[in-house]
């Protein structure tokens, strides 16, 4: 809520919407989730299909999101629903706020394959669902811009976040150069390993110095193409030290029992290295990131 609804209130919130969730959200008093990816919609935001029809003073909304974080804990949701089904679909689009305890709205939370007895994301139900039509975050129809400065709200956390794990991971990685290798000698005397080690050191304080070269250019209202090249090399750096640091222990890494460095939670490095292929996934893919680099920042034709 603090990272990505927050700022989206404050940029296209009304006075009202602003007085009465900013200061309840920073208080943690509050908790939210955003209804965005769908079965049928999820790289491709855009071809989402649940529906928000005006019906007097209040939306009906009727439809289903999917790997919704913290539903089940959420008090509301941003939600975006198609409102104009007859416009290009990048057009007919509008976020609501949404009560969560609303009748018809129901959360099913689903494990993840790496730790089954922990349930974040959700499949999120919508039968009926009645919004005050005061509940309108921005213009009607026009929520796609509000989409996109969710996702750059949340590329910026994700970057704090990424920026700080990698750097944990590396310590973790320079913690393991006194431990027995595959040959048994120490970590620290293999070439490969020394390599690697300064590889990853050198890519985590470049993620932190492009992040605030970046937000400095912003905060001046400069253009800031750092942004986009944040998220992807955040997540899949870090991907890479935890698959170096697991390989580096030879069989020994694939004992789940002995722990690596805590990133999201506790777990083994392999576990570690699992979890790390869901950070290429949020605030678009990396594959989207690539796009997104190749068209605004290089400039390239789309394919």
Known sequence: GLGIVAPSIRDYGTAEQQERFLVPTLRAEIAWCIGMSEPGAGSDLASLSTRAVLDGDHFVVHGQKVWTSGAHHADWCVCFVRTDPDAPKHKGISALILDMTTPGVECRPFPELSEPDYFDFNEVFFTDVSVPSDNLLGALHQGWPITQGSLAHERAMLWIDYAYLA???VNAMIALGDRPGPDGRPLRESE???DSVASFFMDAQALFLMGYRGFSKFMRGKSSPEHSLLKLY???TLQRILDAGADALGPEGLDTSRMGPV???DGAWVV???RSFSGTI???????????IAERVLGLPRA
């Open 192 to 194: 490969r390993f020394r």
């Open 272 to 274: 570690q290295w699992m």
């Open 263 to 265: 990133m999201w939670r």
């Open 234 to 236: 955040g997540s899949e």
């Open 282 to 292: 949020p605030g678009g893919t990396s594959e989207i990131q690539r796009n997104i």
């Open 167 to 169: 750097q944990r991971a």
